[in-house]
């Protein structure tokens, strides 16, 4: 079956301008998750969506982020104002139920946001 | 907080060689390890994971066994291959299903 998708792969932006990210889950999938991974690091923990509502949101960085998932299934990262320090790979995943800790997190390719 | 610690890289090998990847971290209660592989140009995938302690998790010739005495879930593998060749990232994740990561280590095999 398709794994999980992410649109754009690759945005180029200006500072201070609005982006928006797009995450489609594995169907049926009910836990969605966004990271970000800056260059040398590994994925850093941003926001856990657990059906429609964002169950743990405290790896968000600031009020510049938002993120949405009004139907359960796609989920939209928002960053508004962006700032060069933006600029990485975001990542998004899903898992079956989000409840078990040992349950396997599917990732996508990434969307790699430049900011100029 | 909880936190993971992996070998820094990045790591070259000959192809036959024994890998060995230095993890260990630091959590409270019992988290669920795992190993994942980012191949060039690809997504994060699963390598292998351990949920409890002692537990042996291996996959296509890997194997970290989850050490809650040195909270250590080192990786290895007996006779690496070029397409081997990737970045490896250690992992942990909480009860809250916050997943935490480390810096990742590049391993590059050679002919």
């Known amino acids: 079956g398709a794994g999980v998708s992410q649109t754009p792969s690759n945005k180029v932006t200006e500072k201070g301008k609005y982006v928006e990210l797009r995450c489609d889950p594995i169907?049926?999938?009910?836990?969605l998750y966004w990271y970000r991974q800056s260059l040398g690091q590994g994925p850093e923990f941003l926001i856990y969506?657990?059906?429609?509502?964002?169950?743990?949101d405290s790896g968000l960085p600031n009020d510049r982020f938002f993120a949405v998932r009004p139907e359960g299934s796609v989920s939209t990262l928002k960053i508004q104002r962006t700032e060069r320090g933006d600029s990485a790979v975001y990542l998004c995943?899903?898992?079956?139920?989000?409840?078990?800790?040992?349950?396997?997190?599917?990732f996508g390719p990434g969307t790699r946001l430049l900011v100029l | 907080g909880d936190s993971v610690t992996q070998m820094e890289g990045p790591v070259t090998l000959s192809e036959e060689a024994f890998l060995t990847i230095n993890c260990t971290y630091t959590a409270t209660g019992y988290p669920s390890l795992f190993w994942y592989v980012q191949y060039p140009g690809e997504g994060l995938q699963l390598l292998l994971k351990a949920t409890k302690a002692d537990d042996k998790g291996s996959n296509k010739g890997f194997e970290a066994t989850y050490r809650k005495e040195t909270t250590s879930f080192h990786l290895e593998k007996g006779s690496v291959q070029v397409s081997d060749s990737a970045v490896y990232f250690c992992a942990l994740r909480r009860e809250n299903n916050d997943m935490r990561f480390g810096a990742g280590t590049r391993l590059t095999v050679k002919p």
């Open positions: 169907s049926g999938h009910t836990a």
């Open positions: 969506f657990q059906g429609t509502g964002a169950a743990d």
């Open positions: 995943a899903s898992s079956s139920s989000g409840t078990s800790p040992g349950e396997t997190q599917y």
